[in-house]
């Protein structure tokens, strides 16, 4: 079965650093770009980057470029999602996804993890 | 890079269809084919309804139709049942990144 699991939910206080984590399984983690999803509290979705496991090739949204850092350890088929110093307005639900097809990312995202939730309050 | 223009809501009775417009730019929904559209129940996971614009992945009903115009892509659910009431996302890229509608709540009367 092809599935991503992503590590639990996590209470922090501002300017601590976070790395929060997500794990495939049943497919070629190396191949297929996964990306990373915010959605604040009863808000939408928000596109926040993607990662090539397979050469750790990295694209982010601009609204999030320099906010956060993605990365991927594909010895253990990982990828992760990171913080140095957190603040409020990070406090929310944070999905990783996997892209349809191998290789390439334009075409939607079909395997998605259970989400993480974040919250980060003094 | 603003979000996609969905409407906030919109509503039909089982049996109906109804229609979601997700609206860019030439630079993203106008560029490609390639508007995803996500399903999204109250505490779960978004789940991939059409990608590349019109294709369903399997398992998915095909009540569920994508198409595109211009600058507007539009999610068409036929047959409305109970269970589709849910928020849905529209999703494009613009260059190298992507970036999402603003969501659609969509009841069933």
């Known amino acids: 079965e092809v599935q991503l699991v992503q590590s639990g939910a996590e209470v922090k206080k501002p300017g601590e650093s976070l790395k929060i984590s997500c794990k495939g399984s049943?497919?070629?983690?190396?191949?297929?770009?996964i990306g990373w999803v915010r959605q604040m509290p009863g808000k939408g979705l928000e596109w926040m980057g993607i990662?090539?496991?397979?050469?750790?090739?990295?694209r982010y949204s601009p609204s999030f470029q320099g906010q956060v850092t993605i990365s991927a350890d594909k010895s253990i088929s990982t990828a992760y999602l990171q913080w140095s110093s957190l603040k409020a307005s990070d406090t929310a639900m944070y999905y990783c996804?996997?892209?349809?097809?191998?290789?390439?990312?334009?075409?939607?995202?079909?395997?998605w993890g259970q989400g993480t939730t974040v919250t980060v309050s003094s | 890079q603003s979000a996609l223009t969905q409407p906030a809501s919109v509503s039909g009775s089982p049996g109906q269809s109804i229609t979601i417009s997700c609206t860019g730019t030439?630079?993203?929904?106008?560029?490609?084919?390639?508007v995803s559209w996500y399903q999204q129940h109250p505490g779960k996971a978004p789940k991939l309804m059409i990608y590349?614009?019109?294709k369903r992945p399997s398992g998915v009903s095909n009540r569920f139709s994508g198409s595109k115009s211009g600058n507007t892509a539009s999610l068409t659910i036929s047959g409305l049942q109970a269970e589709d009431e849910a928020d849905y996302y529209c999703?494009?890229?613009?260059?190298?990144?992507?970036?999402f509608g603003g969501g659609t709540k969509l009841t069933v009367l």
């Open positions: 996804a996997r892209h349809v097809f191998p290789h390439y990312y334009y075409y939607g995202m079909d395997v």
């Open positions: 049943g497919y070629s983690f190396t191949s297929y770009w």
């Open positions: 990662i090539y496991p397979g050469d750790s090739d990295t």
């Open positions: 030439s630079s993203d929904v106008g560029s490609y084919n390639l």
């Open positions: 590349e614009g019109s």
């Open positions: 999703c494009s890229y613009a260059g190298s990144s992507g970036i």
